[in-house]
C-alpha cells in the first residue's frame, strides 16, 4: 500500500553555521519536495537555532529526510510531527493606503472582527499585523485587497510540538530550574 501525502512540521535545533541552510535545503531539492514554509530563530537554549520547515510528504519519506538531516555535523537533532501534533501560527502584515482608513470606516470594523492590530499610521498608508492560522492570514488578505493593499507579507509558520522534544537531555543540560 503506497504512504499518504501529509503535511509535516519538521524542527531543527543546530548550531549557527554558515552554509548549513544551504545544505539543508539541498536535501529536500534532491528528492525534489517543495518547502512551503521556512522560519530560522534563537531556539529556547542559548547558542542553539531552530529550523522550522513544513512539507507535504509521506512519511517514510520524511523519515528519511530526518535520517540524513541528522547527519550534517552541526545538527543537533531533528524531529518530524504532524499538525495534530504542534501547535503553530503565522504572522502577516498588510500595508493599506490610509485613505482606506479614513474614508471607508467599514475596513475598521475588519481590523477588529479579525483581531488584527493596526501598528503603525502615516499620512499615506498604515500597516496591520495578523497572527493566526493560514487560512485567517489569507481571509484578511481577502478583505483588505479591495481597499488599496500596497503590500503583504506572511511569515513562515512558527511551532512548538504538544509534546516535549527533549533536546535539553539530548545536549545533557540540566533543565531543574
Same mark, same amino acid.
Not at 99 to 111: G, N, R
Not at 119 to 143: A, D, M, Q
Given at each position: 500500500m503506497k504512504d499518504k501525502k501529509n503535511t509535516f512540521t519538521v524542527s531543527i535545533y543546530t548550531e549557527n553555521n554558515i552554509g548549513l541552510l544551504n545544505r539543508i535545503s539541498a536535501i529536500f531539492l534532491k528528492r525534489h519536495i517543495n518547502i512551503e514554509s521556512l522560519t530560522t530563530s534563537q531556539s529556547e537554549i542559548d547558542n542553539i537555532y531552530r529550523f522550522v520547515i513544513v512539507v507535504s510528504v509521506t512519511e517514510s519519506m520524511i523519515k528519511r529526510i530526518i535520517k540524513q538531516i541528522n547527519k550534517q555535523i552541526e545538527v543537533i537533532s531533528s524531529f518530524y510531527h504532524t499538525n495534530q501534533e504542534t501547535i503553530f501560527l503565522e504572522t502577516a502584515l498588510y500595508k493599506v @493606503?490610509? @485613505?482606506?482608513?479614513?474614508?471607508? @470606516?467599514? &475596513?475598521?470594523?475588519?481590523? %477588529?472582527?479579525?483581531?488584527? #492590530?493596526?501598528?503603525?499610521?502615516?499620512? #499615506?498608508? $498604515?500597516? &496591520?499585523? %495578523? =497572527?493566526?492560522?493560514?487560512?485567517? =492570514?489569507? @481571509?484578511?488578505? #481577502?478583505?483588505?485587497?479591495?481597499?488599496? +493593499? +500596497?503590500? $503583504?507579507v506572511r511569515s513562515g509558520r512558527i511551532s512548538v510540538s504538544k509534546e516535549p522534544m527533549n533536546i535539553s537531555n539530548i545536549l545533557g543540560l540540566n533543565t531543574d530550574k
Open positions: @493606503k490610509s @485613505k482606506s482608513l479614513f474614508d471607508e @470606516k467599514h &475596513i475598521q470594523k475588519i481590523i %477588529k472582527e479579525s483581531q488584527a #492590530n493596526i501598528v503603525i499610521v502615516s499620512p #499615506n498608508y $498604515f500597516v &496591520i499585523e %495578523k =497572527t493566526g492560522w493560514r487560512e485567517e =492570514t489569507e @481571509k484578511l488578505y #481577502n478583505e483588505l485587497e479591495p481597499y488599496g +493593499l +500596497l503590500q $503583504f
